[in-house]
C-alpha cells in the first residue's frame, strides 16, 4: 500500500461546479498535510495546509481533515478552467521531509 | 522577493557522466530539500539541509548527494548517471524547520526545476 494515496484521474467538472479530490494516508503519525497545484511543466505551488481535523477555507478552496479515518480532501468551489491542473497531495510527520501522492488531474470543461 | 532560484534549468548527459544542480532558496530561508519527480514515481524526497547540516535523507543510492553553504544555497550531484536519473529535480525552500504542529514554518516554496535527461 502507498503512504498517500490518490485517485488519478482525470476528474472532469463543468465550469462553476465543486471539485472534490481526495487523498487518504497510512501513517497515523502524520501531523501536516498540505495540497499543491501542479500545472503542467510547472513547480508545484503550495495551496492549502492542514493540521487540525475538520475544515480550513481559504476563498475558493476549503481543506478538510480528518485524522481518525485518515482522509484528508480538497473542494474547489465554482471551479474555473484556470484550476485544470494536477493536484497533489503530501503530508508529513515533523520536518520538511514531505510524502506525495501522485496526483489528481483535474479537467474543468466550460 | 525572488524565489527560489535553481540552475541549470535543462541539461542533456550520457551515462556514466556525473551532473551538479544548483538551489537558491529564497531570502532568509534556510532550509532547502530536494525532491526527483519522474511520471511513474512522482516526487520523491532526496534530502533536506538546515544550517549546512544534513537532516533527512531518503531512498535513493549513494550516487545522489548534496550540500549546502553557510549562504543556504545548495547544490545537489549525481554521479554516474543513469537512464533512469532523467527527471525533474526540484529545489524547495523554507523558513525553517519544526517539528509536529507548527506546519506554517515549514510550507516550502519550490523553484522552477531542473530537467536532466541522460541519452
Known amino acids: 500500500q502507498k503512504e498517500v494515496e490518490q485517485n488519478s484521474g482525470p476528474l472532469s467538472v463543468p465550469e462553476g461546479a465543486i471539485a472534490s479530490l481526495n487523498c487518504t494516508y497510512s501513517d497515523r503519525g502524520s501531523q501536516s498535510f498540505f495540497w499543491y497545484r501542479q500545472y503542467s511543466g510547472k513547480s508545484p505551488e503550495l495551496i492549502m495546509f492542514i493540521y487540525s481535523n475538520g475544515d480550513k477555507e481559504d476563498g475558493r478552496f476549503t481543506a478538510q481533515l480528518n485524522k481518525a479515518s485518515q482522509y484528508v480532501s480538497l473542494l474547489i468551489r465554482d471551479s474555473q478552467p484556470s484550476d485544470s491542473a494536477t493536484y497533489l497531495c503530501a503530508l508529513t510527520g515533523g520536518g520538511n521531509k514531505l510524502t506525495f501522492g501522485t496526483g489528481t488531474q483535474l479537467k474543468v470543461e466550460l | 522577493k525572488a524565489g527560489v532560484t535553481q540552475t541549470p534549468r535543462y541539461l542533456i548527459k550520457t551515462r556514466g557522466q556525473q551532473v551538479t544542480l544548483s538551489c537558491s532558496p529564497i531570502s532568509g530561508h534556510r532550509s532547502v530539500s530536494w525532491y526527483q519527480q519522474t511520471p511513474g514515481q512522482g516526487l520523491q524526497f532526496l534530502f533536506e539541509?538546515?544550517?549546512?547540516?544534513?537532516?533527512n535523507k531518503g531512498n535513493f543510492p549513494g550516487r545522489f548527494s548534496g550540500r549546502q553553504f553557510s549562504n543556504s544555497r545548495s547544490e545537489m550531484n549525481v554521479s554516474t548517471l543513469e537512464l533512469g536519473d532523467s527527471a525533474l529535480y526540484l529545489c524547495?525552500?523554507?523558513?525553517?524547520?519544526?517539528?509536529?504542529?507548527?506546519?506554517?514554518?515549514?510550507?516550502?516554496?519550490f523553484g522552477a526545476g531542473s530537467r536532466l535527461t541522460v541519452l
Open positions: 539541509y538546515f544550517s549546512e547540516t544534513q537532516r
Open positions: 524547495a525552500s523554507s523558513f525553517s524547520v519544526l517539528a509536529g504542529g507548527s506546519p506554517g514554518a515549514n510550507v516550502l516554496t
